[in-house]
Antibody, heavy 119, light 106 residues
Framework: QVQLKESGPGLVQPSQTLSLTCTVS????????VHWVRQPPGKGLEWVGA???????DYNSALKSRLSISRDTSKSQVFLKMNSLQTEDTAIYFC?????????????WGQGTLVTVSS | DIQMTQSPSFLSASVGDRVTINCKAS??????LNWYQQKLGEAPKRLIY???NLQTGIPSRFSGSGSGTDYTLTISSLQPEDFATYFC????????FGGGTKLELK
């Protein structure tokens, strides 16, 4: 079955770079896209960006200048890198996926990883 | 970007009540609208996809409707486990979420 799991540091200093990994199983990265969504504590959900099955990427326009998403298909892993972190980037970061016509958008999610930006 | 305005932000109700939650898009989203339930400390759970399709395993008391820019999630008879936060998601273009509705026990 489809599974996604985020991993990364829980604490990042201001102005530093965040690196997160989403490890997936139950589907191929060359067939489905993986998306990152974040949620500041106690607030709503924000789409961060995606890497599509062909390897192209799209980013939230508000974050585009600081963001990079890549993948290693042999390891079934997707990577998120965001630089120049500020306190407002503190959030739970989820990965989720678009499963095509059969599964649609964001049916499966990882459990999320809390990233705190603080010195 | 398509903006999603969700209402109400907070809703107080009792077990057995019928409740409705609304999402309004800033432009036509062609029924590409999902609904999610989220409990504290958990990932969102998809309830409804493409406006009115019930996710497998979700009770039939949940239903969705709408078209164009206006969409509704209805819970026909609230159960204790339904008290949670609900979000809509449009995927007609780059995904955007509604601000959420926190459903609380009256």
């Amino acid at each position: 079955q489809v599974q996604l799991k985020e991993s990364g540091p829980g604490l990042v200093q201001p102005s530093q770079t965040l690196s997160l990994t989403c490890t997936v199983s139950g589907f191929s990265l060359t067939s489905n896209s993986v998306h990152w969504v974040r949620q500041p504590p106690g607030k709503g959900l924000e789409w961060v960006g995606a890497i599509w099955s062909g390897g192209s990427t799209d980013y939230n326009s508000a974050l585009k200048s600081r963001l990079s998403i890549s993948r290693d298909t042999s390891k079934s892993q997707v990577f998120l890198k965001m630089n120049s972190l500020q306190t407002e980037d503190t959030a739970i970061y989820f990965c989720t996926h678009y499963g095509g016509y059969s599964e649609g958008w964001f049916a499966y999610w990882g459990q999320g990883t809390l990233v705190t930006v603080s010195s | 970007d398509i903006q999603m305005t969700q209402s109400p932000s907070f809703l107080s109700a009792s077990v057995g009540d019928r409740v409705t939650i609304n999402c309004k898009a800033s432009q036509n989203i062609n029924k590409y609208l999902n609904w999610y339930q989220q409990k504290l400390g958990e990932a969102p759970k998809r309830l409804i996809y493409n406006t009115n399709n019930l996710q497998t395993g979700i009770p039939s008391r949940f239903s969705g409707s709408g078209s164009g820019t206006d969409y509704t999630l209805t819970i026909s008879s609230l159960q204790p486990e339904d008290f949670a936060t609900y979000f809509c998601l449009q995927h007609n273009s780059f995904p955007t979420f509604g601000g959420g509705t926190k459903l609380e026990l009256k």
